[in-house]
């Protein structure tokens, strides 16, 4: 298996299998860095080199909460923009979930801030955590911060896909991100 030569530098944090054309995607992230910025990389099982994937995103941004659909070529994660104090990082806020099709190596805005908090009619919104995708892969399930004028709370979601829709499917009590 040939790495990257910065491939080394990192730490797996998360590997997936992508059933659907069986390929191997993993959640990077540096070693010995302070800035704990998370990368995706991928690769089929009889390949022996790993691809970056590319996605627009700016440098201070993160990958995270990887998930894979069985079915299909898709793979699904967050964007975070990490919050950084003398190039350290001390936290993140959700920016966009994203999908990405390893067939045709194309990404997808699948949710912004801006639409869930419409969606919701919330103050502010967060998707924390991606859970899996919903048995038809026309959804997924995440929990979600809300911030309205009550304060702040997490639930368990289903996010459908076409049209956009969220529904609250518990209250997550005592839960904290």
């Known amino acids: ?27 990077l992230r540096p070693h010995s860095s302070k800035l704990k910025i998370g990368r995706l990389q991928w690769r089929r099982i009889n390949d022996k080199t790993y691809k970056e994937i590319k996605c627009q995103i700016n440098s201070s941004h993160s990958f995270e909460s990887l998930i894979t659909s069985s079915k299909s ?6 964007i975070q923009k990490h919050r950084l104090i003398d190039n350290v990082t001390i936290g993140g806020d959700w920016v966009e979930t994203k999908s990405y099709n390893l067939k045709t190596e194309k990404t997808r805005m699948v949710l912004d801030e801006k639409t869930l908090n419409k969606i919701l009619g919330a103050k502010r919104t967060w998707i924390t955590n991606l859970i899996n995708l919903t048995h038809d892969d026309k959804g997924l399930h995440c929990v979600i911060g809300i911030e309205n004028k009550e304060g702040i709370g997490y639930y368990l979601c289903e996010i459908i896909f076409k049209p956009i ?7 997550l009590k005592n839960i904290f991100y």
């Open 165 to 171: 829709n969220v529904k609250r499917l518990t209250l």
């Open 1 to 27: 298996m040939t790495l990257k030569p910065t491939f080394r530098k990192y730490t797996f944090e998360k590997l997936i299998l992508n059933q659907a054309i069986n390929a191997i995607v993993v959640l």
């Open 73 to 78: 070529p898709e793979i699904y994660f967050n």
